[in-house]
C-alpha cells in the first residue's frame, strides 16, 4: 500500500482580477521528498507555494496537511517587525521540545550574531535571519521560496549542505540550477496554470521539458493541418450531403475548440545587446594593484591581463571587496599600489546589483529610453521602443508603470533591457542572475556566449559561471585573489574546494601545523576547462561535415540549368554555401586557437 502523502494540494484554481493563474495545479508531499517547483516568472510558483503554506485561500480545489505535520514556509520577502533582534525573530519559529540553541547556531552560519536590530538590516540580512527561522525547528515540511537570492557563495555552499542533512521534505524554488540539481529528486514544472510531474530531480528537468514541447507542437501542426483540410472539403465539398455537412461542421467546431485548449509555450524573451565599435585587443592590464580602506586590505599585489572576448567571473563572500576590485580594474577607482593600464576605445556599460540606476518614480518606458524618444538604436537597427519592451516580455499596458510597482523578476529584466539598449563593447555585470527565471538565464548566457566584446561578472551562480566565463578570480582572503582558467567548476578542481575551506580541513590543518612557518602550497596549473576540452574534440567533426556539406552545395550549384529550371533552389544553395563556409571558417579559427592554447598550457 503506498505511502499517505504528508502535504497535498488537488485541483488548486485561483483568479487574480481578470487572469486565470492557477487552473488545475497540483501537489503532493511525501516525508522526505525532495521537490523543485520550476516555471517562468509570473506563472504563479510563489503563489502555489502560498497556498501550500496555508496563506492563501484558493477559489477551488483541496488542501490536505497531515495532522500534527509542521511546515515552515520563507517568503522571498519577509516581515521581522514586531521583534527586537534578529535572535528573537529567528527563535520565534521554535515549538516546545526544539533545541533553544539551534537559532544561534543557524543565524552564526549565515553571517549574523543575533544582536542586529530587524528594523537596520539589509534586504539580504533579513532573508538570512527568516533561512533561520525556518530551519531552527527541523520541520516536517519546508517551503523555501529563492532561498539562495542575496546570498553569497559560502552561504549558499553551507546551506545545500544543511538542507541535504535535513529529513524534512523540501519544496524549492530557485533560479540555481545547481543549488537544484544537487538537492532536489522530483520536479513540478508549472505551466499555463497546470501542474507536471517528474519523478527525478532538477537535473534531468531541462531534456525533459524540452521532449514535452516538441510533442505538444508538434500536436499543434497535425491539428493546424486536419483543420485545413476540413476547412478545404466545407468550402469546396458536395454540399447536397447536408448531413455529412453537419457532422463535419461539427467535427470542425470540437477541432478548434481543441486548438484553443491547447496550451501555447508563453513567449520568450529575445535579448541582444547593443554593440559599439570593438575595443582594442588588450582590454586592460593591472600590474600588482594594490587598495586598502584604513587598516584593511581589499586588494594585494594582483596582476591580470584581460583580452578582449574574455568573460571574467569573479566570487568570493560577502564584503570580500568583489565591487573594489572591479572599480580597480575599470578605472574607476585608482589603486593604491601598482598601475592600471586600460586599452583603447572601450565602451563600458554596467548592471549593478540593487539596480540603483532604476528610478522608483520612473515609468517603464522611460526608464528603457532613459527619458528620450521612442525608437532605440539596437545593432545599428532603430526599434520602436514598444517592440523592444514585448523582446522582454512586458506588455504595451506596462509602458506606464512605475519601476516601484515591477516585480523582483520584472526589474530583473528592465534592468537588462536598459543595459543591453546602451552601445558597449565590455560589459559589467554585478549579479546579473537575480530574480531571472531559468529561461531567462538560458537566453542571457546565449546572448553573453555570441557577445563580440568583454564581460566582467560579479555571480554567486555556480551553473552560471561554468556555461559562462573563461576564468574566475577568486578572493583567497586578506587580500589575496588568484585567477584560475576555465569556470567555477574547472576553479574547484584546481583549487580542491570551493570559496571556502570545509572546517574538518581547516582543523585538520591547525591541528598537525608545524611550529615553523609551512611553505606556500604550489601554485596550480591552469588547465583547459571542460568546455574547452569539449571544443577541441568536437570541432573536427563539425569542420568535417561542414566541408562534405560545401562539396554537396558546390556539386548542386555546379548543374547550368538549375537556376532556369528552379530560381528559388539555385538561391537557397548559394544562400547556404556562403553560410556554410563562414560557418567553416569560424570553426577552424576556433579549433586553431584552442590547439594553441592547449599547447601553451601543457608546454
Known amino acids: 500500500?503506498?505511502?499517505?502523502?504528508?502535504?497535498?494540494?488537488?485541483?488548486?484554481?485561483?483568479?487574480?482580477?481578470?487572469?486565470?493563474?492557477?487552473?488545475?495545479?497540483?501537489?503532493?508531499?511525501?516525508?522526505?521528498?525532495?521537490?523543485?517547483?520550476?516555471?517562468?516568472?509570473?506563472?504563479?510558483?510563489?503563489?502555489?507555494?502560498?497556498?501550500?503554506?496555508?496563506?492563501?485561500?484558493?477559489?477551488?480545489g483541496k488542501r490536505f496537511l497531515q495532522p500534527g505535520a509542521t511546515i515552515r514556509y520563507l517568503p522571498q520577502e519577509p516581515d521581522l517587525s514586531g521583534y527586537a533582534t534578529t535572535l528573537d525573530y529567528a527563535a520565534g519559529g521554535l515549538?516546545?521540545?526544539?533545541?533553544?540553541?539551534?537559532?544561534?547556531?543557524?543565524?552564526?552560519?549565515?553571517?549574523?550574531?543575533?544582536?542586529?536590530?530587524?528594523?537596520?538590516?539589509?534586504?539580504?540580512?533579513?532573508?538570512?535571519a527568516a533561512l533561520a527561522r525556518v530551519?531552527?525547528?527541523?520541520?516536517?515540511?519546508?517551503?523555501?521560496?529563492?532561498?539562495?537570492?542575496?546570498?553569497?557563495?559560502?552561504?549558499?555552499?553551507?546551506?545545500?549542505?544543511?538542507?541535504?542533512?535535513?529529513?524534512?521534505?523540501?519544496v524549492i524554488i530557485s533560479h540555481d540550477r545547481r543549488f537544484l540539481s544537487d538537492l532536489t529528486r522530483s520536479t513540478v514544472w508549472l505551466d499555463g496554470g497546470v501542474t507536471r510531474r517528474l519523478n527525478r530531480g532538477f537535473s534531468a528537468f531541462e531534456d525533459w521539458r524540452d521532449t514535452v514541447l516538441e510533442e505538444e507542437e508538434l500536436a499543434r501542426h497535425k491539428l493546424d493541418r486536419q483543420i485545413v483540410r476540413e476547412e478545404h472539403w466545407l468550402t469546396y465539398g458536395v454540399t447536397a450531403r447536408r448531413k455529412r455537412n453537419v457532422r463535419r461542421l461539427e467535427g470542425l467546431g470540437n477541432l478548434r475548440q481543441e486548438r484553443r485548449e491547447l496550451k501555447r509555450q508563453v513567449g520568450t524573451v529575445k535579448l541582444s545587446v547593443a554593440e559599439a565599435d570593438l575595443s582594442g585587443k588588450m582590454v586592460l592590464e593591472a600590474e600588482h594593484i594594490g587598495k586598502s580602506f584604513g587598516d584593511r586590505l581589499i586588494v594585494g599585489d594582483f596582476t591580470t591581463r584581460i583580452i578582449r572576448g574574455d568573460r571574467i567571473g569573479i566570487v568570493g563572500a560577502n564584503g570580500a571587496g568583489k565591487t573594489t576590485l572591479i572599480k580597480l580594474l575599470t578605472g574607476?577607482?585608482?589603486?593604491?599600489?601598482?598601475?592600471?593600464?586600460?586599452?583603447?576605445?572601450?565602451?563600458?556599460?554596467?548592471?549593478?546589483q540593487r539596480r540603483a540606476r532604476l528610478d522608483p518614480a520612473s515609468t517603464l518606458k522611460q526608464a528603457i529610453t532613459a527619458g528620450g524618444s521612442d525608437t532605440l538604436v539596437i545593432n545599428g537597427v532603430p526599434k520602436h521602443v514598444m517592440g523592444y519592451m514585448k523582446d522582454f516580455l512586458f506588455t504595451p499596458e506596462q509602458a506606464r508603470t512605475t519601476v516601484e510597482k515591477l516585480s523582483g523578476g520584472e526589474r530583473g529584466r528592465l534592468g537588462l533591457a536598459r543595459l543591453l539598449a546602451l552601445p558597449s563593447n565590455v560589459l559589467v555585470l554585478?549579479?546579473?542572475?537575480?530574480?531571472?527565471?531559468?529561461?531567462?538565464?538560458?537566453?542571457?548566457?546565449?546572448?553573453?556566449?555570441?557577445?563580440?566584446?568583454?564581460?566582467?561578472?560579479?555571480?554567486?551562480?555556480?551553473?552560471?559561471?561554468?556555461?559562462?566565463?573563461?576564468?574566475?578570480?577568486?578572493a583567497e582572503g586578506e587580500g589575496r585573489w588568484t585567477e584560475y582558467a576555465g569556470g567555477y567548476s574547472d576553479m574547484v578542481a584546481q583549487r580542491g574546494y570551493g570559496v571556502t575551506k570545509p572546517e574538518l580541513e581547516k582543523s585538520d590543518k591547525a591541528a598537525s601545523a608545524p611550529a615553523e612557518p609551512a611553505a606556500p602550497p604550489p601554485t596550480a596549473r591552469p588547465?583547459?576547462?571542460?568546455?574547452?576540452?569539449?571544443?577541441?574534440?568536437?570541432?573536427?567533426?563539425?569542420?568535417?561535415?561542414?566541408?562534405?556539406?560545401?562539396?554537396?552545395?558546390?556539386?548542386?550549384?555546379?548543374?547550368?540549368?538549375?537556376?532556369?529550371?528552379?530560381?528559388?533552389?539555385?538561391?537557397?544553395?548559394?544562400?547556404?554555401?556562403?553560410?556554410?563556409?563562414?560557418?567553416?571558417a569560424k570553426a577552424e579559427d576556433n579549433w586553431l586557437e584552442l590547439e594553441l592554447l592547449r599547447e601553451e598550457l601543457e608546454g
Open 1 to 60: 500500500m503506498p505511502a499517505a502523502p504528508i502535504l497535498a494540494l488537488q485541483d488548486i484554481r485561483l483568479t487574480l482580477g481578470s487572469t486565470l493563474l492557477l487552473e488545475r495545479a497540483e501537489l503532493s508531499l511525501l516525508s522526505g521528498d525532495k521537490v523543485a517547483l520550476v516555471g517562468r516568472n509570473g506563472s504563479g510558483k510563489s503563489t502555489l507555494l502560498k497556498i501550500a503554506a496555508g496563506e492563501i485561500e484558493p477559489d477551488g
Open 95 to 128: 515549538e516546545a521540545g526544539n533545541d533553544p540553541h539551534r537559532a544561534r547556531y543557524l543565524l552564526e552560519h549565515l553571517g549574523l550574531t543575533g544582536s542586529e536590530e530587524p528594523a537596520r538590516l539589509s534586504g539580504g540580512e533579513a532573508r538570512r
Open 135 to 170: 530551519l531552527a525547528p527541523e520541520p516536517d515540511i519546508l517551503l523555501l521560496d529563492e532561498p539562495t537570492n542575496h546570498l553569497d557563495l559560502p552561504a549558499i555552499e553551507w546551506l545545500e549542505a544543511e538542507l541535504a542533512s535535513l529529513r524534512s521534505a523540501l
Open 332 to 352: 574607476e577607482l585608482a589603486p593604491d599600489a601598482g598601475r592600471v593600464r586600460l586599452g583603447s576605445n572601450l565602451e563600458v556599460a554596467t548592471l549593478d
Open 430 to 474: 554585478d549579479e546579473p542572475t537575480n530574480d531571472l527565471d531559468l529561461e531567462t538565464l538560458d537566453l542571457l548566457q546565449e546572448m553573453l556566449g555570441d557577445y563580440p566584446g568583454t564581460v566582467i561578472v560579479v555571480s554567486h551562480d555556480r551553473d552560471f559561471l561554468d556555461r559562462v566565463a573563461t576564468s574566475v578570480i577568486v
Open 527 to 584: 588547465k583547459l576547462s571542460f568546455k574547452h576540452k569539449h571544443a577541441l574534440e568536437t570541432l573536427p567533426k563539425e569542420i568535417a561535415r561542414l566541408t562534405a556539406e560545401i562539396a554537396r552545395l558546390n556539386g548542386l550549384l555546379a548543374d547550368p540549368d538549375l537556376y532556369a529550371r528552379d530560381p528559388k533552389a539555385f538561391a537557397a544553395a548559394s544562400q547556404h554555401l556562403t553560410a556554410a563556409e563562414a560557418a567553416k
